[in-house]
């Protein structure tokens, strides 16, 4: 049999704070295909474990963000072992034309079915050209060029996939996802170029199971819900809690998870104590009416963020919001009421990321930007920073894509004196007063999938 090699890509300014859960099901469902023993897959941390493990494959999975790690972990990889190089995850599924040349083959949207078959091909020595062409879900090189094959189905039933293999824990947490996909269509998240707009949970007893495995096995601090919007399906929701609640796990396990401001009521509030949630997390994004429906819909409002808000302050729960400045079209009047909603919720409501826009590859606001000759599909993409927080951040090297509104250089002034007001560089995620930074919410939640 093969060997094979799995790896997330990564900054490594951001240290994972959950393990890589994406890849761990592709190596579940390697194994349960019978293509690999599970003592010949191998899901690594860094470049010199994967060269001393000697794989015939190695499968990389990168968000835009990173792909400069992952072309470099395959470059030195394949150096010095001659491996199969497989990308996936949402930078080559969002464009696919920009393989990079590092990479023998890119698997685009959801992997399990099309990684088996590279690997069952490969491992009959069948992969050429012609097998290629033939393989859905992919894009590779013929003749000098990127050329994609036929898309390839979902998997519908997910409840039909083996649990993942489970990584190095990077913390007391454990991570879980009961579904794939979303059902809202903010312009600034590619999740629904990824998933094709489709969303497809697990059943009730399926989440149920895992999460009481992981527990009895691993006895975790706390259970990472790493979906997109796990509580979309109200029935489900409920059953999951109750189920859970009948078994004791929130006397053993606090969970966390994302939810979204115009779907959360007073039930739900109440499901998530009953579930013994640490916080409640939501992207609040703007303090401007405008500029939230802009950028997440028409139907959802500032009111929506201040009922989650006040709820969670009125059961006691600690309460978490994202923020994003520098969108196109933000104004200096949008930059005050959001300053204006962060005074108002001062002791209530935590800063759990505080980003900068940037261009991602299959969103809607790159779209927008593409067709306006902003950006291009040869972006360096090596050069976006999202975190404003993060202490490798450049304001000499950023990029801004809202100077028509806001000259970067008054831009910088306010996002600055944003920081001095709300932000204490000397608390924690656990500290309870005040606005807090909180290890990087969404950078945890986009960097830990495998969505190739």
Request: net charge neutral; aromatic share 10%.
């Amino acid at each position: 049999m093969l060997r094979v090699c799995l790896y997330c890509a990564r900054d490594p300014s951001e240290p994972f704070k959950v393990a890589p859960l994406g890849i761990g099901y592709i190596g579940s469902y390697l194994i349960s295909q019978g293509l690999v023993r599970e003592a010949d897959i191998r899901i690594v941390d860094c470049l010199e474990e994967a060269i001393d493990f000697r794989p015939d494959i190695l499968g990389v999975s990168a968000v835009s963000q990173v792909a400069g790690d992952a072309r470099h972990f395959a470059r030195k990889c394949k150096e010095f072992t001659g491996c199969l190089t497989v990308l996936g995850g949402y930078h080559v599924t969002c464009i696919p034309n920009q393989l990079p040349e590092e990479f023998d083959i890119g698997v685009m949207s959801e992997g399990e079915l099309t990684f088996s078959e590279i690997m069952d091909k490969h491992m009959k020595g069948r992969l050429d050209k012609s097998t290629l062409s033939g393989i859905r879900g992919i894009c590779h090189r013929q003749d000098g060029r990127v050329v994609q094959t036929q898309p390839r189905e979902l998997i519908e039933d997910i409840d039909s996939l083996p649990w993942p293999l489970r990584h190095n824990s990077y913390s007391n947490d454990e991570p879980i996802f009961t579904s794939r996909g979303c059902p809202f269509r903010c312009r600034f998240c590619a999740s629904n170029t990824f998933w094709r707009a489709h969303t497809r949970f697990r059943s009730a007893n399926s989440v149920v199971d895992e999460i009481t495995n992981i527990v009895d096995t691993y006895q975790p601090k706390e259970i990472a819900i790493l979906d997109d919007l796990w509580i979309a399906d109200k029935k489900r929701f409920r059953n999951i809690v109750s189920s859970l609640a009948s078994r004791g796990i929130p006397q053993k396990v606090t969970f966390r998870g994302f939810c979204r401001s115009d779907i959360v009521d007073e039930e739900t509030i109440l499901l998530f104590k009953k579930l013994n949630y640490s916080i409640v997390r939501f992207g609040a994004e703007t303090g401007s009416e405008r500029l939230l429906k802009r950028i997440k819909g028409k139907g959802i409002s500032i009111s929506d963020h201040q009922r989650v808000i006040d709820l969670c302050f009125k059961h006691g729960l600690k309460c978490g919001a994202s923020f994003m400045f520098g969108i196109p079209g933000e104004t200096l009047q949008d930059l005050r009421l959001t300053v204006e909603f962060l005074r108002r919720n001062k002791g209530k409501c935590h800063i759990v990321g505080f980003y900068l826009f940037n261009p991602i590859p299959g969103t809607a606001l790159w779209n927008e930007l593409l067709d306006m000759g902003e950006v291009s599909e040869n972006l360096n993409l090596e050069q976006l920073q999202l975190d404003l927080l993060n202490s490798n951040f450049s304001w000499n090297e950023v990029l801004y894509f809202n100077e028509k509104n806001i000259s970067l250089t008054r831009f910088r002034e306010f996002i600055e004196s944003v920081k001095s007001e709300f932000i204490d560089p000397t608390e924690s995620e656990e500290t309870a007063l005040g606005f807090v930074h909180a290890s990087r919410g969404l950078l945890e939640k986009v960097l830990c999938f495998f969505r190739n």
